[in-house]
């Protein structure tokens, strides 16, 4: 893992957050260090019926997402266990969080072949234990008026994400 720098002014940045069965991503076309959403965001959907076809058109909507928009930094939310979560310790139960580990890899191994400089984001630094509900609601008070799409699944983790790289998210 590379360690984490924040994007400079003007930069076009990416902050995605995968899930097993889908993600989100937000996209700022031009980097400010103040409170502002994305000027893109997207909601990637598995549409598979076993786990290697959610990957397959999880990975390929990112791909098309990631050259249309032309990035030149990309942030990606890590992999986490939360010994104290029973929800975390169920998915390494089930091996759902080394499924989502393999996707993570897949994604930045997807830029790195094209030089894009990319980063992984621990969601303990960025959000701590917060859970979509919290998420969502300091979404509301840093930006005001939220569009809708900001609340989709692990689209609202994706502008977080960005929100905390603009430091205005604690």
């Known amino acids: 893992m590379n360690d984490l720098k924040l994007p400079s002014r003007g930069s076009c940045v990416m ?7 889908g993600g989100g991503i937000a996209v700022w076309n031009s980097w400010t260090d103040g409170p502002r959403g994305p000027d893109t965001v997207y909601q990637l959907r598995g ?5 290697a076809g959610n990957f397959t058109e999880v990975l390929s909507q990112y791909d098309t997402i990631r050259f249309q928009e032309g990035p030149e930094i990309l942030y990606v939310e890590d992999v986490s266990l939360w010994l104290g979560s029973a929800k975390s310790q169920g998915a390494a139960a089930r091996g759902s969080l080394f499924k989502l580990a393999y996707l993570v890899g897949a994604l930045v191994g997807s830029a790195a072949t094209l030089g894009l400089t990319w980063y992984l984001v621990s969601s303990r630094w960025w959000k701590g234990q917060m859970g979509d509900r919290a998420v969502k609601a300091r979404l509301k008070r840093v930006l005001g008026q939220i569009p809708p799409s900001y609340l989709r699944p692990h689209v609202h983790d994706a502008v977080g994400m960005g929100l905390a790289l603009q430091r205005c998210f604690a």
């Open 15 to 21: 902050c995605v957050d995968p899930g097993s069965s």
């Open 47 to 51: 549409g598979g019926k076993t786990w």
